[in-house]
């Protein structure tokens, strides 16, 4: 295992993604979204650092979205507090896997299809956030 990084900047520092998104798509919208996005993951190089159980972790990471979309906080409700730093501390996360899940999300968002005039600000975050989980140097 490589040595833990510390990416400067700290948290995210874009903007969080517009509540529009999810009065647009709906619960159900952000939960095809999230399994769309998990079964792109399925055939990748980074499909090992991701749990057994593709779909369900879909349905967290659907639950994260709805949440910091302004909906139902069900992430926290089930897990606490999000964290997401720390929980994905133990993965080795590089920038070469960051690249990966940004482009099986962008195919997602292509398949849904998701609301083009959010697009941009929701990919700005997705830009932004991946880059916090970054904790390995390639």
Known sequence: MSEI???PGGPPQSSPPSPEILKVLGEEGIRKLLSLH???????????IFAKDMEQS??????????IL???????QKNGPPRMRQRHMPFEIT??????WLDCFRRAMDELPFP???????????ESFSAWMVNRKS
């Open 116 to 126: 083009q005039e959010y697009r941009k600000s929701f990919e700005d975050f997705l």
């Open 58 to 67: 879909a349905q967290r990471s659907a639950d994260f979205f709805i949440q």
């Open 70 to 76: 302004g909906g139902t906080p069900y992430y926290s």
């Open 5 to 7: 990084y510390i990416p």
């Open 95 to 100: 920038e070469e896997a960051r690249l990966i």
């Open 38 to 48: 998990y079964k792109n993951l399925e055939d990748t190089s980074i499909r090992n």
